[in-house]
């Protein structure tokens, strides 16, 4: 005998809690509404927007973003004899 199938009709949006339209086969998982999914993408969308107007603006990087020299290392024999598994390299 095998078990009963009991499946749950996900009439109800996942995050407003809306009900949702009424469909011929009951959904497998619960979906977000129209509403909500726009939403999501509008706020993606105005992300975008920002990120292309600083692109196209072609700022030039700030000096503390070119100085190399505080980030130099000298170069030390130390560094080149290094012991790995007991042996110098």
């Known amino acids: ?3 009963k199938k009991t499946r749950i009709s996900h009439d109800y949006c996942v995050e407003c809690e809306a009900p949702m339209e ?7 998982f ?3 509404c129209d509403e909500c999914k726009n939403d999501r ?3 993606n969308r105005e992300l975008k927007d920002i990120h292309l107007t600083l692109k196209k603006k072609k700022l030039p990087p700030a000096e503390d973003e070119m ?4 980030n130099v290392i000298d170069d030390d024999e ?4 290094q012991t790995k598994y007991g042996v110098t390299i």
Not at 22 to 28: D, E, L, M, S, T
Not at 67 to 70: C, E, G, I, P, W
Request: charged share 30%; glycine share 4%; no cysteine.
């Open 1 to 3: 005998m095998g078990r």
């Open 22 to 28: 009424k469909v011929a086969y009951i959904r497998p």
């Open 30 to 32: 619960a979906k977000k």
């Open 41 to 43: 993408n509008s706020l």
């Open 67 to 70: 100085s190399f020299a505080d």
């Open 78 to 81: 130390v560094i080149y004899r």
